[in-house]
């Protein structure tokens, strides 16, 4: 498989052991995938491995013909990998401007031009709420608005992929429908979108494709409507981790 | 008890300058380096060097020797604390008591134990209504009050400060936003040096350059930092102030040898009933 994306043969972990045996995935250009499982089968240690927060053991990340491997994590996020972490997203002690402002300063490396305008108005109508906020800590945002404004840090410098982890997570069920249609609009806009999710049904909806991860391995890799369409979906990723799934071979 | 209010204000405002470097090398590298008090001194001695021993005027000899001893901190932390860095923050901070140590005992080493003092003229000290000030105090408000906008500049204003101050929100999110943080460590140690060294130069003047000029007042820095809640800015200028008077004002009711003790109670009170201290934010592990 080739992609914008391309996961080969990875390995990473804490510690001793391997938590990532040998992860094989792919993200077309233009599309989105998500990544679903239960916990503790590596959907995390996986988006970290990517972004560059933990080191690959083995394996190859490709983004775009380029082997990322040996870029740091500022190295990757200036080579077009953005990357939105889970929960703490946002620098809480800084006002939603200077997120912004520091967004654009460091993940461009220099590319953004001083002056003018922290984040260019059409990326701002995806996020109706935050023009109002510029003053405000981001701390005291909402669990909803701080995703808003995590988002928009990460698109501040166009993407070639964007990495989402669990972008729904502690939400209240309006925010959710939001942050998945505003996934699914800036995805319009040509950004590929990698996304690790719990909320499968919700997710799956707008993605491509599905990918089921299970004891640090991909269990399932198929188009995101034909995996919304089974019946058993919910053991898919709910269902206990050491139960070998019947569906393995379908990918 | 005007007079005691305002020199509590500059012995509070003296203060300011090592409880905000405290408080940025705390924010960004997380440990509480113990080693400010002796950096004050050893950076004191460079401008008595350039000052006295060489004949600069005061102002160059501390711009110089400031922005040398920001360098000179970049190469002790790579020499010190960057090879304990994944060791945890009791580890540094044990490295830093002995780091304080090795540089104080380099400015003995250099000048011995007799109190020195900067080349400056005497000045007779003038009367505002009821207040008596002499020049050092002035000097001591003016520059302190301008270092202190030239870092809120620098923090809110400026990319770098901005950066400094993201890295010590949130470490790992920092690295995704694209800040590389060996650079951004570097900067904060260079701007601690800057601090340090125009702080050890003002109490040099207010008191004298004696090996443990610098030391003696690493309760009250600390009491400052904690009290304005470390990694907090605006807390460490506002806990400064607020330690500075509240010792100085303690004498009009305890003798003032134990006027010492008050730092130390102000510790112990804030980490019972706010450890987070007045503008500091909660700790929480991830």
New interface residues.
Partial sequence: MTGILTISGLHAGYGAGDILKGIDAALAEGQIVTVIGPNGSGKSTLIKTL???LPARQGDIVLAGTRVNDM???QR??SGM??V?QE???????TVL?NL???R?????GRASRGGKVIDDELLALFPELPGKFRALA?NLSGGQRQMLAFA?ALTVQPKVLMLDEPSAGLSPKYMADIFATVKQVNARGVSIFMIEQNATEALRISNTCIVMANGRVRLNAPADQVLGMQDLHSLYLGDAREELPLAAAS | MLQTAFNGFVTGIIVTLPALAITLLFGVLKFPNFAVGAMMTLAAYMVFALNVQLGWPLVVATVVAAIAFGGFLIVVDYLTFRPLRERGSITLMVASLGLGFVLENIARLAYGNTARSFAIELARPFRFFDIRMNREQMIIIGVSTLAMLAMYVLLTRMPIGRAMRAVADNPALALVRGIESPRIIRWTWFIAGMLLAVGGVLIGMDRALEPPMGSSYLIAVFAAAILGGLGSPLGAFVGALVIGMVSELSTLVIPPNYRIGIPLCVIALILIFRPQGLFGQPYIRK
Avoid at chain 1, 88 to 94: H, K, M, P
Avoid at chain 1, 105 to 109: D, I, L, P, V, Y
């Fill in positions: 972004a560059g927060l740091s994590a500022p996020v200036r953005s990357y972490p703490y997203n946002v620098f809480r002690n800084l200077e402002q520091i967004a300063e460091f993940m461009s490396g701390g840090c």
